[in-house]
């Protein structure tokens, strides 16, 4: 029975089904909690356990809310708590507002993140062990991507013409555009959002470049 297996849920597997369920609808885990009507910071990996490391559990008005805004019955949610964030469950990325992706603690000098102060999002595996994502922060790319959208990145994809790249200068600028065209000597970049403009940057301009492979829409 239901009743049963709900008595059955463990702490990380209530966690692991919160953050698939964001995945699966494209969101991140606070995306999930702004789209439902709570605080961005809600689902956040700071309040799953207290300072003294004791488990912190998501209330049930936050799961009730989450399941409404996505359209998921109770019985789908304990379906991802099966899961655990295991086995043939969702892969884990990390992730990190778009904002911080120019802060030097957050990426090696070749684009691959670093550090322990990423998020994680529940994915799929897109085969590249160095992807992650990002979580766009305001509406500067619409209308491709808005604010609360998530894209993931990956470093080792081959990039070519026409693709939407994720691109960090050596001075700290990031910024997501589509390629034009990439020659020996420089990059000719369009911008997402037709209010602003293109961009063309010389190669020993920049620190690393990666191919957005997939995008909330």
């Known amino acids: 029975m239901l009743v049963e297996h709900i008595a059955m849920l463990t702490h990380q597997g209530i966690w692991a089904a919160v953050d ?16 439902a009507g709570l605080d961005a910071t809600t689902f956040n990996r700071s309040k799953r ?40 469950g969702p892969f884990r990325i990390p ?8 802060d030097n603690r957050f990426f090696t000098e070749h684009g691959v993140p670093q550090g322990t102060d990423w998020d994680e999002v529940a994915f799929p595996d897109i085969g590249d062990p160095s992807a992650y994502a990002l979580e766009v922060t305001d509406d500067s790319m619409s209308p491709v991507y808005r604010d609360g959208d998530i894209v993931v990145v990956s470093p080792q994809a081959n990039i070519r013409r026409g693709d939407r ?6 001075e700290g600028e990031v910024m997501a555009k589509q390629l034009r065209r990439k020659s020996a000597r420089r990059i000719d970049l369009q911008s997402l959002n037709p209010d602003y403009p293109g961009r063309v940057l010389d190669i020993d301009e920049i620190g690393w470049l990666a191919r957005i492979v997939w995008a909330s829409q």
Do not use: C, M, Y
């Open 49 to 88: 356990t207290s300072r003294d490391g004791k488990p912190r559990w998501p209330s049930t008005e936050s799961v009730s809310k989450i399941l409404d805004a996505t359209g998921s019955t109770l019985g789908d949610f304990v379906s991802l708590v099966d899961h655990g964030g295991q086995g043939d």
């Open 95 to 102: 992730v990190i507002g778009f904002g911080l992706a120019g």
């Open 165 to 170: 790249v994720v691109v960090r200068t050596l």
């Open 20 to 35: 698939a369920l964001a995945a699966q609808n494209g969101f991140t885990a606070s995306g999930l909690a702004k789209r």
